[in-house]
C-alpha cells in the first residue's frame, strides 16, 4: 500500500494543517450533521423515506446509546432533498423538516411549543412617517397561527394540516415526561385518523418500542418502528474511508481492521481512535496510518473519551486492597459482552469464566470467585455499570451504558493488561 500512495509529509507546517483539518472530519464528540461524512445506514434510510412518502404514517427510531440515532436524524433533510429530486436533479416540492431536541421532563406543550418557535420567517414592513422605510420583523408559526402557550392534541394537529409535507423530528424523545409519551399516542392517532399530511418522527434510547410508546395498541399501524442496531464492520470501515478521501490520507490495512474491531460497532469510537490515530502518523510527517499508530492512539483516546464513561469506569474498580479483581472482572465482562453478540448486549456469568481465567492467567475459575463483584457492579455505589435482568440463578447482565466496553478494552491496553491479540482471541474477533 504504501508503494502506490505518497504518503510524505514535506514539513512541520503542512502537518499542523493536516492535523487541524482531522479534527474537522473526525468528531467523536459531536453528531454527524452532514451527508458527507455520514456513513451507511442505508437500510433504515430508504425506511424512513418509504415512511414519509406515506400519508398517514410516522416514525420511531430506537436504539442503543451511541449508535448514531442523533447523526441520522441530522443527516435526514438532505437525504429527503437527494432522494426527492426529479430526473434533472431538481426537488419540485421540498420539504419542510423541522428538527428538536427533547428535554429532561418535558410535557407535550413544551416540545410543540419548541417546534412552533423554530419555524420562523422575515417579512418587511413600511414605517410610517415623512421618509417610510421597511423594517425588517421576525414572525414565527407560533405568532403566525396564534397558537396558546399550552399548545393541546386538536392545535397541534390543525398546525400540521396547514404545513402539507412537513416533517417533524423530536431526538431524545426518552428524557421527556410520561404526560409527553401518553400525548404523543393520541396525537400520532390523530394526526393518522385525520390524514394528515405531515410525518413525526421520534428518535429515542429504548430496547423496544414499548418504553416509548405504550398507551395505544392501535397506533401500531400508524408508525413505522425502525431499530438502529450497532453498525457493521462495513458501515465502520466507510467512515474511514470518507476521512480519506476529505484528508488525503490513507489507512494501512491492519491499521483499519484495528480501529473497526475496537469500535464494537460504535461510531464514536471509530471517530476517536481514527482521530488520534491520524493525528500520530501526521505527527511522524507521514499521511499512512501504521497499526503502531492506533496502538499508541489508544492512551490519548481514553484521556478524551466521554467523561461520563472515564468516571464510570474508575468508580466501578476503585478499591483500598491491592489485590481487588474489580479491573480484572469488569475487563472479562466486557470480553463476555462482545464475545455473546447478544442484540441487547446481554451476558451471563458463565460467559466470563474463560476471559476471567486468561487474564489471570489461571487454568480455570470458578463463578464464586467473581459472583460478587458482578453483584457489587450493579449496585449505585460502583456505578451502577452493570444492569441484571432474570431471576436468581439465571441472571444475565450488560453495561448499563455500551460505550463502557470498548473503553475498558483500551484502557486495559494502554495499561498493559491485556494485548489486543488476546482480545481479539476472547471476543471471537479475527
Not at 412537513?166 to 431526538?171: C, K, L
Not at 461510531?267 to 492506533?294: C, K, M, N, Q
Not at 451502577?384 to 450488560?398: C, M, N, Q, T
Request: charge should be neutral; glycine fraction near 4%; proline fraction near 4%.
Amino acid at each position: 500500500m504504501a508503494d502506490e500512495f505518497d504518503a510524505f509529509i514535506k514539513d512541520r507546517h503542512e502537518a499542523s494543517e493536516l492535523s487541524i483539518a482531522v479534527g474537522k472530519v473526525f468528531q467523536p464528540r459531536a453528531p454527524i450533521s452532514t451527508r458527507e461524512f455520514f456513513a451507511g445506514r442505508w437500510e433504515q434510510c430508504t425506511a424512513i423515506v418509504d415512511a414519509v412518502n406515506q400519508k398517514g404514517l410516522h416514525v420511531i427510531i430506537f436504539g442503543e446509546r451511541g449508535v448514531g440515532k442523533t447523526s441520522l436524524s441530522n443527516v435526514l433533510d438532505p437525504l429527503l432533498e437527494v432522494m426527492e429530486q426529479d430526473e434533472t436533479g431538481i426537488n419540485p416540492n421540498p420539504r419542510l423538516v423541522i428538527k428538536v431536541n427533547v428535554h429532561q421532563g418535558d410535557q407535550f406543550c413544551d416540545a410543540w411549543n419548541r417546534v412552533f418557535e423554530e419555524v420562523s420567517w422575515v417579512e418587511d414592513k413600511p414605517m410610517l412617517g415623512m421618509n417610510p422605510n421597511l423594517i425588517s420583523t421576525r414572525t414565527t408559526l407560533k405568532d403566525a397561527f396564534r397558537l396558546s402557550d399550552k399548545p393541546n392534541i386538536d392545535e397541534v394537529r390543525r398546525t400540521l394540516g396547514a404545513l402539507p409535507r412537513s416533517v417533524v423530528i423530536f431526538d431524545e424523545f426518552d428524557r421527556g415526561s410520561a404526560e409527553l409519551r401518553t400525548a404523543f399516542t393520541d396525537t400520532i392517532k390523530a394526526l393518522s385518523d385525520y390524514a394528515v399530511d405531515s410525518t413525526v418522527i421520534i428518535v429515542g434510547v429504548s430496547d423496544t418500542v414499548d418504553h416509548l410508546i405504550r398507551d395505544h395498541a392501535s397506533i401500531v399501524r400508524a408508525v413505522i418502528q425502525i431499530q438502529l442496531p450497532r453498525m457493521n464492520e462495513r458501515e465502520l470501515s466507510q467512515i474511514l474511508e470518507n476521512g480519506e478521501k476529505a484528508l488525503k490520507i490513507k489507512f494501512d490495512a491492519a491499521a483499519a481492521s484495528l480501529v473497526v474491531r475496537m469500535s464494537q460497532g460504535l461510531p464514536h469510537y471509530t471517530h476517536l481512535i481514527g482521530l488520534h490515530a491520524t493525528r500520530h502518523a501526521v505527527d511522524r510527517l507521514s499521511r499512512l496510518v501504521l497499526l503502531e499508530d492506533v496502538h499508541k492512539s489508544f492512551d490519548k483516546a481514553i484521556k478524551q473519551a466521554v467523561q461520563s464513561i472515564q468516571e464510570k469506569y474508575l468508580r466501578s474498580i476503585r478499591s483500598a486492597h491491592k489485590d481487588a479483581l474489580y479491573d480484572k472482572v469488569i475487563l472479562a465482562c466486557a470480553a463476555a459482552s462482545s464475545a455473546a453478540k447478544d442484540a441487547l448486549g446481554y451476558f451471563h456469568p458463565t460467559d466470563a469464566v474463560v476471559p476471567l481465567a486468561s487474564i489471570l492467567k489461571r487454568e480455570n475459575v470458578i463463578i464464586a470467585t467473581f459472583q460478587k463483584h458482578m453483584n457489587e457492579f450493579c449496585e449505585k455505589e460502583r456505578g451502577p455499570i452493570l444492569e441484571r435482568s432474570g431471576v436468581p440463578r439465571a441472571y444475565k447482565y450488560r453495561f448499563h451504558d455500551p460505550l463502557l466496553p470498548p473503553f475498558i478494552f483500551m484502557t486495559a491496553i494502554a495499561n498493559g493488561t491485556t494485548t489486543v491479540e488476546e482480545i481479539n482471541r476472547l471476543t471471537g474477533s479475527s
